[in-house]
């Protein structure tokens, strides 16, 4: 029951920019995973409205060759619905990077304001952009005006616990001239150590005019009808789950069945899907990634993700991958939160 009541509040989808999105679940952004291969995994179930990519650099971006690049790659048939995560803290590198990603055909292009991350902090870009109001809405009016494709913003509560900062800040991106919004309720320091403040939320979506995407803590269907009756978000954006269970999409917004063996016939495509993308040495890396959150659908999990963790090459992954499911390992209806940090 409440897995359909959720589908249909998915199948009302929203508009951005005069672009009709369905359903209004979406990928969020998220290095490191949201690469080619996990898009590609995630598009075999299929259930989204849109998927985004991993951080780019802005400043590589304009020059970066997709042949090559771990990131700024994609397959031309996903290129309509996939929208290209930015960082940086330049606004003419930001536009410049936005006109390449506009000019290979994206859906739209997407400013990172929220990675909390030390190494990208540093740099002055992320969620250190929200210690600068003025340059961060000057990055988006840059952007939006060197490109007609929608213009997307991630950010966080701030660096400090105040709702009122938020709601400035949207604010400012709206008059910016981003087209739509996705909100993580939590401080920049804070790495998911304390709950997410969906209240806020709703702070942010009453204040602006713009479709505003809800991220924090997303794991089940009653999660989601929860948000959306808390804050009144127009859509769902879902991170560390969807790379659990990349079925997610499908499951709440179509009714897609999980069968029996979904654990491992999921993990033996990745391990394919992955070595059809990269080299052995990338695509063991690009595993050993996502190898957290897929042993957290397991009682297990810690004891599983030893194992696993031990595949030098991905030949012997998938012979890990045998051996665990040998023994039918019972799974979490709800994924341990404590191997998503």
Not at 126 to 153: Q, T, Y
Request: with cysteine.
């Amino acid at each position: 029951m409440k897995t359909k009541a959720l589908s249909d509040y998915l199948a009302q989808g929203l508009t951005i920019k005069n672009r009709v999105v369905s359903p209004n679940i979406v990928l969020a952004p998220l290095a490191g995973l949201g690469h080619i291969a996990m898009r590609q995994l995630i598009c075999e179930y299929g259930g989204f409205g849109l998927l985004f990519t991993g951080m780019c650099s802005a400043k590589a971006v304009p020059h970066e060759s997709p042949n090559i690049s771990q990131v700024f790659r994609w397959r031309k048939e996903e290129l309509p619905y996939l929208v290209c995560q930015i960082f940086g803290s330049e606004s003419d590198s930001m536009a410049k990077a936005a006109q390449r990603i506009e000019k290979e055909g994206f859906f739209g292009v997407d400013l990172n304001f929220g990675c909390s991350v030390a190494a990208i902090c540093k740099k002055g870009s992320g969620a250190a952009l929200l210690k600068n109001p003025k340059l961060s809405s000057k990055i988006v009016s840059r952007v939006r005006d060197a490109v007609d494709i929608p213009v997307f913003v991630k950010f966080r509560t701030g660096w400090k616990n105040d709702p009122g900062f938020a709601v400035d800040m949207a604010r400012r991106f709206e008059d910016a001239g981003a087209d739509a919004l996705t909100f993580h309720p939590r401080v920049a320091p804070d790495r998911r150590s304390r709950p997410p403040r969906w209240d806020i939320i709703k702070h942010v979506q009453q204040a602006v005019n713009i479709p505003v995407f809800g991220n924090g803590n997303l794991f089940e269907p009653a999660d989601g009808l929860k948000m959306f009756g808390q804050t009144h978000c127009q859509g769902l954006s879902i991170g560390r789950m969807a790379i659990a269970r990349p079925w997610l999409f499908a499951q709440w917004s179509n009714g897609f069945t999980p069968g029996d063996t979904i654990f491992y016939d999921n993990a033996i495509r990745f391990t394919q899907i992955l070595s059809d993308h990269f080299e052995d040495f990338f695509a063991v890396k690009f595993f050993k990634k996502y190898l957290p959150y897929f042993c957290a659908n397991f009682k297990f999990g810690h004891q599983i993700l030893k194992q696993l963790m031990l595949s030098n090459t991905m030949e012997e992954a998938k012979n890990n991958l045998d051996s665990i499911f040998q023994t039918d390992p019972e799974t979490l209806s709800r994924p341990n939160q404590n191997l998503f940090a």
